[in-house]
């Protein structure tokens, strides 16, 4: 039995942008742009910086990417000891391979390539032939390179920084050592060449950025900044003499040349380092990385020469902590960095930020820090979201929940920013034994136009979103809360009649909506983790304390099935669009889908990392997941969207196959190219009999195209009955005959032939094949499996054309014992019916005249009797069960 898994198979990666890499950029000359590139994992994107929109991922690399460079052409990207040469971002063009230690420096050196491991052996390739053109090894304990550059009009020439805080400037044709720099007693973080012929940039590790000129080993300016080690350099390239320097504490600080001065301060340009900075060639523009997961653009064109965000591509810099689809492709991803994010599934030019959680928005802007990731007015990350479609363009339609608060914030889809209201019941600022009571569920109603909150206290309040005043609270006779536990799981169904409640007591309480009193109680057997809701519906999936899952009718107030306990505690569960799967991801980094009629296991796999959370689209063509210590959100295709997939119980200790999460490239289900051999039934599929029982009325496998509209062919015809009938052009000989004269004349008279051409008489038979099939006697399953065979238009000719031949009826007869051979055995029960239609409505006053066809419709008549009674008598009995199942 295969271990993988049959329903979902990887997709993509969304919410990537940049890692600790640093960005390189190129110039295209035919798109007369430059781009961008970043690195994220095993993959790096290509952004243009006209538009700023991604316009390509690479192929995946068989590790993390540890360095990256780009040349006019191509771009190179080092994972682990091998190297790649990338032609247009996609196209693997050229490989190197010889290093034993992974690569962490790359240098485009015109025709070559230079490369330094992390043992400190620096290669040279030759790009075209990919050969190794010259090997220096250095000593890592004297000489640790940390840093590289080709200083302009050197030929030949590279210089290395060390981590010991000494440069060389080293001959790489002849291989020789030209000069040693002594250093300034600080490691060498970064080398960066300045506009000037001679001088360069060094970045320490102690903050310092030293402005030097090689050819005469002379310190032309000493800077130092105050957040440490300088993690890059980049100098203005459009006239202004300005040089831009990064730092561990996520600031750009924009220095001044001519002045030797400090000029501008981005501050907080970056949750995390800024480990790339770039300027754009003759354009007052610089781009920025970090860690944090974010592309930022910057232009200097303010009065007083500063810098502002111009552009910005990013994701969360932390993990997500709740993800839900917004739309059938927009998924609402909140991040442990208090954003609010919406990220497309099919570009990334939808993306869109609704910014982060705060406290005070006004206060907040006016913030000289509001960048700073532990800022004083962000409020805790978003741990839950109710979000209708309602009312979005009337008011908020978004409520959030938020880590160890009470407070629930309002945000709205249609403004793509973070609402006015703060919804918080005045018993947890005036009761002191409330004030360290949080938020622990959140539920919006269908209408849009109420939310209701469970909080860890046991109460349960009413809002409504428009103005954010308090409606309702949902309490035990005598004023008691609603729970004597935390409020989990909150749910209403779609009329806003009853709500539902589960609670850490271990009690589901059924409210009514309006006046707040309870309406009865289910007790479980554990406490309630939490509810997950399919609205299509009025089914709630409630998972316990001990792992169990109980799936609730909200219509009937009963557990209508329970699901076997899980191995791990249970982290997320989803419902699929038509109740018919559960869905559940567990700390153990499995996945597991339920069938909820039958409570069995039929699919489960697992992943490198346990999932946080899941949902499904609208369609449930994709299923994302957020994983644990993970930036993204991983997309998973679902196959039995568009194609047959078996399924057959598990056993619940199946141990799974382990599926990589999606790469960042899309990748392509191959599901329309599968070959004849995957398409046959495997010994583990189930292979459904032909007929279940010969008590037992069996429909055809026929598609109902080729017999529902047989009867209505005539109505058909009469609707696309052209209006003028279609006119044949005239033919016309190949060669076209000229009459003899002086004059160029086409001779148009017709032909001999053409004349003396009459109508050719064919002996043409008027029994039809059905007809001629019936009078040699064929076996009845030869004849069933002929009339399947058959479309509508000819089945009904066939029929028709039954007794043509004459006054004999015996063709007729003989069909109507194939229709009660068809009857009698139980199978293709609605093709018989047809059958039966037709030969009433072609011969029907014939088959009353003749006195044995009327007798063979009599025995039609009883066997059609006998079936309808049987078949009605199970109709009702099912129906009487519903309905007495549906009072309980």
């Not at 919410?15 to 890499?21: P, T």
């Not at 990220?343 to 993306?351: M, R, W």
């Not at 047989?710 to 209006?723: E, H, M, Q, S």
Request: hydrophobic letters at 40%.
């Amino acid at each position: 039995m295969s271990t993988a898994s049959k329903i979902f198979v990887p997709n993509r990666a969304l919410g990537f942008v940049s890692n600790h890499i640093p960005l390189e950029t190129r110039y295209i000359e035919r798109r007369k742009e430059s781009v961008i590139v970043t690195c994220v994992g095993r993959h790096f994107h290509t952004y243009g910086a006209f538009h700023f929109t991604l316009l390509n991922i690479s192929g995946e690399h068989k590790e993390d990417i540890t360095a990256l460079a780009c040349d006019k052409y191509q771009v190179f990207s080092a994972a682990g000891n091998e190297i790649l040469a990338w032609r247009g971002g996609t196209h693997i063009k050229h490989k190197y391979l010889g290093h034993n230690l992974p690569v962490h420096l790359l240098l485009p050196f015109g025709a070559h390539l230079v490369s330094v491991d992390e043992g400190s052996c620096l290669k040279v390739w030759h790009v075209d032939a990919e050969e190794l053109y010259t090997e220096v090894q250095f000593d890592p304990a004297s000489f640790e390179v940390s840093a590289l550059m080709h200083p302009y009009t050197y030929t030949n020439k590279v210089l290395l920084g060390s981590r010991q805080g000494s440069l060389q400037l080293w001959n790489l044709h002849s291989r020789k050592l030209i000069f040693e720099f002594s250093g300034w007693g600080s490691g060498v973080s970064v080398i960066e060449q300045a506009p000037v012929q001679d001088v360069v940039a060094i970045g320490l590790v102690d903050g310092r950025i030293i402005v030097h000129n090689l050819k005469f080993d002379h310190t032309v300016i000493d800077f130092a900044q105050d957040w440490g080690q300088v993690t890059s350099i980049s100098f203005r390239k459009d006239g202004p003499p300005l040089m831009c320097s990064g730092t561990n504490a996520g600031h750009i600080i924009v220095w001044d040349l001519e002045k030797k001065e400090n000029v501008d301060q981005i501050w907080n340009a970056h949750y995390g380092p800024v480990t790339g900075l770039k300027c754009l060639p003759s354009e007052p523009l610089l781009l920025s990385s970090s860690p944090d997961n974010s592309l930022k653009m910057w232009v200097f064109d303010m009065a007083d020469g500063g810098g502002r965000l111009l552009k910005i591509r990013e994701g969360h810099s932390l993990p997500p902590t709740y993800i839900s689809f917004r739309q059938r492709d927009q998924i609402f991803v909140a991040g442990a960095d208090s954003t609010l994010k919406v990220f497309s599934t099919v570009t990334e030019t939808k993306n869109h930020s609704y910014g982060r959680a705060v406290h005070n928005k006004k206060a907040f802007k006016r913030m000289k820090n509001k960048r700073s990731p532990d800022a004083p007015l962000v409020m805790p990350p978003i741990m839950e979201l109710a979000y209708e479609t309602t009312r979005e363009k009337d008011w908020d339609n978004i409520c959030a929940l938020h880590r160890g608060l009470a407070e629930v914030t309002t945000w709205s889809s249609d403004k793509g920013c973070m609402g006015d209201h703060k919804l918080l019941h005045s018993r947890f600022k005036e009761n002191p034994a409330f004030h360290s009571a949080v938020a622990s569920s959140v539920c919006l109603t269908l209408c849009g136009n109420f939310v209701l909150i469970g909080y860890s206290s046991g109460h349960v309040d009413r809002f409504n979103v428009q103005s954010g005043a308090h409606r309702c609270e949902y309490k035990l006779p005598k004023g008691k809360p609603a729970h004597k536990g935390a409020v989990r799981g909150i749910a209403t169904e779609g009329l806003n009649q009853t709500v539902l409640t589960g609670g850490a007591d271990a009690y589901v309480r059924f409210w009514n909506f309006s006046e707040g009193k309870t309406l009865g109680k289910l007790p479980l057997k554990q406490a309630v983790a939490f509810f997950c809701q399919n609205k299509n519906s009025s089914l709630i999936g409630v998972a316990l304390d001990d792992n169990a899952v109980c799936v609730l009718d909200m219509h009937s107030k009963n557990i209508i099935r329970r699901l076997p306990n899980h191995h791990s505690r249970l982290t997320s569960m989803v419902f699929s669009q038509d109740a018919r799967w559960i869905l559940t991801s567990t700390t153990d980094c499995k996945i597991r889908t339920w069938d909820v009629p039958s409570a069995n296991l039929i699919d489960i796999f697992q992943v490198p990392l346990p999932v946080t959370r899941m949902a499904l689209n609208p369609t449930g063509e994709i299923l994302a997941t957020a994983h644990a210590d993970s930036l993204g959100v991983y997309l998973w295709f679902n196959k039995a969207i568009h194609m047959h997939v078996s399924l057959r119980p598990l056993p619940l200790d199946f141990e799974p196959e382990l599926l990589e999460l999606p790469s960042q490239g899309f990748n392509e289900v191959e599901i329309l190219d599968t070959n004849l051999e995957e398409m046959e039934l495997s010994e583990d599929m189930y292979q459904s009999p032909e007929q279940i029982s010969e008590e037992l009325i069996t429909m055809s496998t026929l598609s109902t195209a080729r017999w529902v509209n047989v009867l209505d062919l005539d109505v058909i015809r009469r609707r696309n009955k052209p209006k003028e009938a279609p006119k044949a052009p005239i033919a016309a000989p190949f060669f076209l005959p000229t009459i003899p004269s002086l004059e160029y004349k086409f001779d148009l008279r017709p032909t001999l032939d053409e004349q003396q051409q009459e109508p050719a008489l064919k002996a043409v038979s008027d029994l039809s094949r059905l007809a001629k099939m019936l009078s040699e006697a064929q076996n009845e399953e030869s004849l069933v499996a002929f009339l399947k065979t058959l479309g509508p238009s000819t089945l009904d000719s066939e029929v028709l054309n039954l007794t043509s031949s004459g006054e004999s009826v015996e063709p007729l007869n003989k069909f109507l014992d194939l229709v009660l051979f068809v009857m009698n055995r139980k199978k293709e029960f609605e093709l018989s019916q047809m059958y039966l239609a037709l030969v009433l409505k072609h011969h029907g006053d014939q088959c009353i005249v003749d006195t044995a066809l009327a007798a063979k419709l009599e025995s039609v008549k009883e066997i059609q009797k006998t079936e309808w009674s049987s078949l009605e008598k199970h109709i009702l009995y099912c129906k009487s069960v519903v309905h007495a199942l549906k009072r309980l």
